[in-house]
């Protein structure tokens, strides 16, 4: 396992207009992981995530030089991957592949960044999967709950408001692929472009990396923008949805939190409700389900807060028809008193044990390491986080946790949505 100490000294760096370029080399025989990212920005209030989430759907179906087949036979004989996703104000990019390989599946990344075939009939065979999972989320009772909630939490302009079913429908029907390429001419590019490459990269130099990857990439700078919480609700709303033929039903409740990733609150705030419902070990699981046998499942966590907009605080819980009401009673009076309570201090040494244990096996791969720097960097911390993030969990006393609970849970302001047969 790496020993996540020191790592900052090793790292190089090359920055330049058209972005940034991390290397950490280390010793493993031939293996090499990339991470990358660039910021797109889009307009959330216009629906352009939709867009966004089509175009990377498109960018592994072939280009204007490759046939999908051809692509997919290249990746298969280096025994490499190339995945692309879609990470809110930005597009994001995996690689993993042998040195050997390196520049090869590095020209293919660029090809597949500057010139998508954009194929009508892979398009539409994409839009049509895309029709077919939201037409099954329909019937999930977690994902309606969820996405019911985040419409009380946020504003449509903000990256975590879930479009309703049938807007999200129509728009994706509504989406041509002259849409997508008008977007993917403004928005793929040098726009914060970053690379993190970890392993066997002897030979390679980080501006080679960053040249290979973003060569011939332009677009026009798009502008930063930010995305407030907006007015939140005086009094708590409780909802219900009915979903046919679901008899275990899913509850989330929660509220905005106005704190941001970088915030001095967040870590403290974080170790709270990681205690209140991050694992198998928190309150809420010994209380509401090992104790009162009220749920399958229950969890608390914060939810998408980031280095640029703040997130909420949400607790989800799965029960059975017959418990529904008395479990959201014995939820919510836990969690009031946990936030009234001190946090033993035991508890929170496991908890900071778990965390930092967790964040050590993340490190223990080329891959892990160079999804935590991407990370960071996006986030815009120094290099040093790499080492000291243990440390930053470490150092957080009761007081601040107690203090970082009683400032932002507020258990009465808990919207309550419920999704399933009643």
Same mark, same amino acid.
């Given at each position: 396992?790496?020993?996540?100490?020191?790592?900052?000294?090793? +790292?190089?760096?090359?920055?330049?207009? /058209?972005?940034?370029?991390?290397?950490?080399?280390?010793?493993?025989?031939?293996?090499?992981?990339?991470?990358?990212?660039?910021?797109?920005?889009?307009?959330?209030?216009?629906?352009?995530?939709?867009?966004?989430?089509?175009?990377?759907?498109?960018?592994?179906?072939?280009?204007? /030089?490759?046939?999908?087949?051809?692509?997919?036979?290249?990746?298969?004989?280096?025994?490499?991957?190339?995945?692309?996703?879609?990470?809110?104000?930005?597009?994001?990019?995996?690689?993993?592949?042998?040195?050997?390989?390196?520049?090869?599946?590095?020209?293919?990344?660029?090809?597949?960044?500057?010139?998508?075939?954009?194929? =009508?009939?892979?398009?539409?065979?994409?839009?049509?999967?895309?029709?077919?999972?939201?037409?099954?989320?329909?019937?999930?009772?977690?994902?309606?709950?969820?996405?019911?909630?985040?419409?009380?939490?946020?504003?449509?302009?903000?990256?975590?408001?879930?479009?309703?079913?049938?807007?999200?429908?129509?728009?994706?029907?509504?989406?041509? +692929?002259?849409?997508?390429?008008?977007?993917?001419?403004?928005?793929?590019?040098?726009?914060?472009?970053?690379?993190?490459?970890?392993?066997?990269? #002897?030979?390679?130099?980080?501006?080679?990396?960053?040249?290979?990857?973003?060569?011939?990439?332009?677009?026009?700078?798009?502008?930063? /923008?930010?995305?407030?919480?907006?007015?939140?609700?005086?009094?708590?709303?409780? =909802?219900?949805? =009915?979903?046919?033929?679901?008899?275990?039903?899913?509850?989330?409740?929660?509220?905005?939190?106005?704190?941001?990733?970088?915030?001095?609150?967040?870590?403290?705030?974080?170790?709270?409700?990681?205690?209140?419902?991050?694992?198998?070990?928190?309150?809420?699981?010994?209380?509401?389900?090992?104790?009162?046998?009220?749920?399958?499942?229950?969890?608390?966590?914060?939810?998408? +807060?980031?280095?640029?907009?703040?997130? #909420?605080?949400?607790?989800?819980?799965?029960?059975?028809?017959?418990?529904?009401?008395?479990?959201?009673?014995?939820?919510?009076?836990?969690?009031?008193?946990? +936030?009234?309570?001190?946090?033993? =201090?035991?508890?929170?040494?496991?908890?900071?044990?778990?965390?930092?244990?967790?964040?050590?096996?993340?490190?223990?791969?080329?891959?892990?390491?160079?999804?935590?720097?991407?990370?960071?960097?996006?986030?815009?911390?120094?290099?040093?986080?790499?080492?000291?993030?243990?440390?930053?969990?470490?150092?957080?006393?009761?007081?601040?946790?107690?203090?970082? /609970? #009683?400032?932002?849970?507020?258990?009465?302001?808990?919207?309550?949505?419920?999704?399933?047969?009643?």
């Amino acid at each position: 396992m790496v020993n996540p100490t020191h790592l900052a000294d090793r +790292i190089l760096v090359h920055s330049e207009e /058209k972005g940034v370029s991390l290397v950490l080399p280390w010793d493993i025989d031939s293996v090499v992981s990339l991470r990358g990212s660039f910021r797109t920005q889009p307009d959330f209030d216009g629906g352009e995530e939709v867009i966004q989430d089509i175009l990377v759907g498109m960018l592994d179906k072939g280009t204007q /030089k490759r046939s999908k087949i051809e692509i997919s036979a290249l990746l298969e004989d280096c025994g490499a991957s190339i995945h692309f996703s879609s990470s809110g104000l930005a597009i994001r990019f995996d690689v993993r592949c042998l040195k050997a390989d390196l520049k090869t599946v590095l020209g293919l990344l660029n090809n597949q960044l500057r010139y998508p075939a954009f194929d =009508e009939r892979e398009f539409n065979l994409l839009k049509d999967r895309f029709v077919a999972n939201i037409r099954r989320m329909e019937f999930d009772t977690s994902s309606r709950a969820s996405d019911a909630l985040s419409r009380l939490i946020y504003t449509p302009s903000h990256p975590s408001w879930a479009i309703p079913t049938q807007d999200l429908l129509s728009k994706i029907q509504q989406t041509t +692929i002259d849409d997508v390429r008008r977007y993917w001419q403004s928005m793929v590019g040098l726009n914060d472009f970053s690379v993190v490459t970890v392993g066997d990269v #002897a030979g390679f130099y980080a501006q080679d990396i960053l040249t290979m990857a973003a060569d011939g990439l332009t677009c026009s700078p798009v502008e930063k /923008k930010e995305y407030p919480l907006g007015s939140q609700k005086d009094e708590a709303v409780t =909802e219900h949805i =009915e979903i046919a033929d679901r008899s275990n039903l899913d509850v989330c409740m929660g509220h905005g939190i106005p704190v941001f990733k970088r915030s001095p609150a967040y870590l403290p705030l974080y170790l709270g409700v990681f205690a209140l419902g991050g694992n198998f070990s928190s309150h809420l699981m010994s209380s509401i389900r090992d104790r009162d046998g009220l749920t399958y499942g229950i969890r608390s966590a914060l939810s998408g +807060i980031h280095a640029t907009y703040q997130g #909420a605080w949400i607790t989800s819980v799965t029960m059975s028809r017959d418990k529904l009401a008395l479990g959201i009673e014995k939820t919510k009076s836990e969690i009031r008193s946990f +936030i009234e309570e001190s946090t033993p =201090e035991r508890q929170l040494n496991t908890c900071k044990t778990t965390l930092i244990g967790s964040y050590q096996i993340q490190l223990s791969t080329t891959g892990g390491l160079a999804a935590t720097l991407l990370s960071n960097h996006e986030d815009g911390y120094p290099l040093q986080r790499i080492d000291t993030s243990p440390l930053e969990i470490q150092s957080v006393s009761v007081e601040e946790v107690n203090a970082a /609970k #009683a400032k932002y849970l507020a258990p009465d302001r808990l919207h309550v949505i419920s999704a399933g047969s009643r």
